[in-house]
């Protein structure tokens, strides 16, 4: 299984960001695929996640509003779209892939991440 996350560069404040996820090597319309990040000195937190089938979605309170999560299945794809970018969403992102059937239900797989960094 391989999660390789792109898109995390240096923006300003205000400004918006769209990070990618490609998998391979798993089912991916099987599973739920979410975002974390982990801030300098600080533990990694969830920030958003969209299931599997009905693709329902759920966000961290720090980014409703600001951020989307969507998915393309077609492409084994899982993105990330900010806006509204604050310094505070300075962190490595990471992406995270759960089984949600079959007898690895539940196993999850992490992928390297990419930094996103916002000042001015």
């Known amino acids: 299984v391989q999660l390789v996350e792109s898109g995390g560069e240096l923006v300003q404040p205000g400004g918006s960001l769209r990070l990618s996820c490609a998998a391979s090597g798993l089912t991916f319309s099987s599973c739920h695929m979410s975002w974390y990040r982990q801030a300098p000195g600080k533990g990694r937190e969830a920030v958003a996640i969209?299931?599997?089938?009905?693709?329902?979605?759920n966000y961290a309170d720090s980014v409703k509003g600001r951020f989307t999560i969507s998915r393309d299945d077609t492409k084994n794809t899982v993105y990330l779209q900010m806006n509204s970018l604050k310094p505070e969403d300075t962190a490595v992102y990471y992406c995270n892939a759960e089984r949600s059937v079959g007898l690895l239900r539940g196993t999850k797989y992490w992928g390297k991440g990419t930094p996103v960094t916002v000042s001015s």
């Open positions: 969209i299931t599997s089938g009905a693709g329902r979605t």
